[in-house]
């Protein structure tokens, strides 16, 4: 059987925003583990539409979609494009998961939730000619899980093809956030065996990992195990956490010790109003500060994330709060407007209060205003956003924020990799499209080097200038 595999492309890949640099991060790595299904008969090709163009002329099998909020769209396009020509077309995704019966009319099947026991289901059912035109399982495990199919991943068109996930889900629930509507009817956060994780990590080349969970260390014990096993493992790693977990046990100083070099941290917002409207509880009473100079003193960069456009802020906040990252020396920042995804409890609220501007799902990028603001108007949220970003990645600012650390070697870091992530993106765009994205990895492991606390005289010789890379800025 031929089997293809889509990420379609983000409409906005297409816009002024375009940052070749960020949608050649990671590989579709969802994809890749929804291939490792397949058994070895079938021939399966894995296309990026962020990173090549997708062939559209050829006679499939199977096309299997995979659908986020912005780029539904595309997705639907290229949906229809292949059933027209006779494919079997299935979507899932998290987009499907909100709204099936928008993404039905485009499929022959669609999934809901994560795809670990509906898709080799489907598989079974398409060879028996009995396929069903809706999958949803409230089963979830990880336990026995076949790797994912790495090879069909095209390594040299990514910065980080060593991406991975380990866990599902977050033990939070906070009404802004995807993760409760994905999972829902089943359980929604669960882990792989911690001997699996391992064998993944150990299979993986190189040095680095990006850990793409949505909380890394969101169950204690698994995450013990993980970081004890991967101790001497030589790897340096990236990850997210919540500011609670930070503070919790010595968790933190074990991630640290496996190879933790910097962490993107959701504090979203300083005001304990919003934390408390938005069901955001984990973070709230939490000493902020506390975490960030634990993380500073095991030489741990951070990248935070913030909203802005919650009910209690107003034309203030973006200020206060970039000044409070630069002076809380915040690595790099991701700020986002605050984005009502369709099937939330933030969504069904505003929807409810006719707050929903409109429906118009490519536009749902946290850099649009999409719904009806209250203490300042549309306009001063997208400009005060847009200002944000430009002042905490002004060369002032930059230099500022780096200055907040005690170790000379943790500030040079935080210098080259604030500066590296805004400050040379037509290098960045140089070096995508001469395909030389792998050379930069040794130079990436290098600025992931670790910040040892006496390093003030002793700073490490192999201190490089390059890439940051937080998230979902
Ligand atoms: C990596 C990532 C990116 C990467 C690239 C995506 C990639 N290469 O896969 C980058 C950095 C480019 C990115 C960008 C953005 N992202 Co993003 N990203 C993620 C992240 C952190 C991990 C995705 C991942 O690999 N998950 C792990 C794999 C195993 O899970 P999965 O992909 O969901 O696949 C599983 C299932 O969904 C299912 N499945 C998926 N497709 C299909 C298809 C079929 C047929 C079947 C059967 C099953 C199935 O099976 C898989 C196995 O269970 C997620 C958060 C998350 N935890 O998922 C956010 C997330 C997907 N991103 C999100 C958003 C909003 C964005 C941005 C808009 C944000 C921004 N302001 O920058 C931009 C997009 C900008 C734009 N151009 O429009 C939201 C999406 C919300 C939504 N409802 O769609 C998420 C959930 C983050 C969040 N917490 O809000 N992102
Ligand atoms: S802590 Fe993060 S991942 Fe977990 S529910 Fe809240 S926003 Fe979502």
């Given at each position: 059987m031929k089997v293809k595999f889509i990420l379609p492309a983000l409409t906005e890949a297409k816009s002024p925003y375009w940052r070749p640099i960020k949608y050649s991060l990671f590989p579709p790595l969802g994809l890749a583990t929804l291939a490792a299904y397949l058994s070895p008969a079938d021939e399966a090709t894995l296309q990026d539409e962020h990173v090549e163009e997708i062939t559209l002329h050829d006679q499939l099998d199977l096309v299997v979609i995979q659908v986020y909020i912005t780029n539904t769209y595309r997705a639907y396009a290229l949906a229809d494009h292949y059933r027209a020509k006779g494919c079997y077309v299935i979507l899932g995704g998290l987009h499907v998961t909100s709204l099936p019966e928008e993404a039905a009319p485009h499929a022959d099947s669609i999934f809901l939730g994560p795809g670990e026991e509906t898709f080799p289901q489907f598989l079974k059912d398409f060879k028996n000619k009995c396929p069903q035109k809706r999958y949803f399982s409230p089963v979830r495990t990880l336990a026995g899980i076949p790797p994912v199919r790495r090879d069909l991943i095209k390594r040299h068109l990514y910065l980080v093809p060593n991406s991975i996930v380990v866990t599902r889900g977050c033990p939070h629930h906070c009404d802004f956030c995807y993760k409760d509507a994905f999972f829902e009817g089943g359980k929604g956060f669960y882990t792989q065996l911690v001997e699996d994780a391992l064998s993944e990590i150990d299979r993986l080349p190189g040095r680095h990992l990006y850990f793409l969970d949505d909380h890394l260390l969101g169950n204690q014990k698994f995450a013990t195990e993980l970081f004890d096993g991967m101790r001497g493992m030589n790897r340096v790693f990236q990850g997210a956490s919540t500011v609670d977990a930070i503070l919790r046990g010595n968790l933190i100083e074990k991630a640290a010790d496996a190879g933790l070099r910097s962490v993107f941290i959701g504090f979203e917002?300083?005001?304990?109003?919003?934390?408390?409207?938005?069901?955001?509880?984990?973070?709230?009473?939490?000493?902020?500060?506390?975490?960030?100079?634990?993380?500073?003193?095991?030489?741990?960069?951070?990248?935070?994330?913030?909203?802005f456009g919650l009910d209690d802020d107003d034309k203030d906040v973006f200020k206060r709060t970039v000044d409070w990252a630069v002076e809380n020396g915040i690595t790099t920042s991701t700020f986002h407007i605050l984005t009502p995804y369709p099937s939330t409890k933030l969504f069904a609220d505003m929807d409810k209060a006719g707050r929903i501007l409109h429906r118009q799902w490519d536009k749902y990028d946290t850099r649009q205003v999409v719904f009806q603001t209250t203490r300042m108007s549309a306009r001063e949220l997208k400009d005060g956003y847009d200002w944000a970003y430009k002042e905490f990645y002004s060369w002032a600012s930059i230099l500022k924020a780096s200055t907040q650390h005690e170790q000379v070697k943790h500030m040079l870091k935080h210098f080259a990799y604030a500066g590296g992530w805004k400050k040379f993106e037509p290098l960045w765009n140089f070096i995508i499209k001469s395909r030389q994205l792998t050379t930069m990895l040794p130079l990436l492991e290098a600025i992931l080097s670790k910040v040892k606390k006496q390093s003030v005289i002793q700073a490490e010789p192999e201190l490089v200038r390059t890439p940051p890379i937080p998230l979902e800025s």
């Open positions: 917002t300083l005001s304990t109003h919003n934390l408390k409207a938005s069901n955001k509880k984990q973070n709230l009473g939490k000493d902020y500060r506390k975490a960030i100079q634990r993380l500073h003193d095991l030489g741990v960069m951070i990248n935070g994330s913030f909203v």
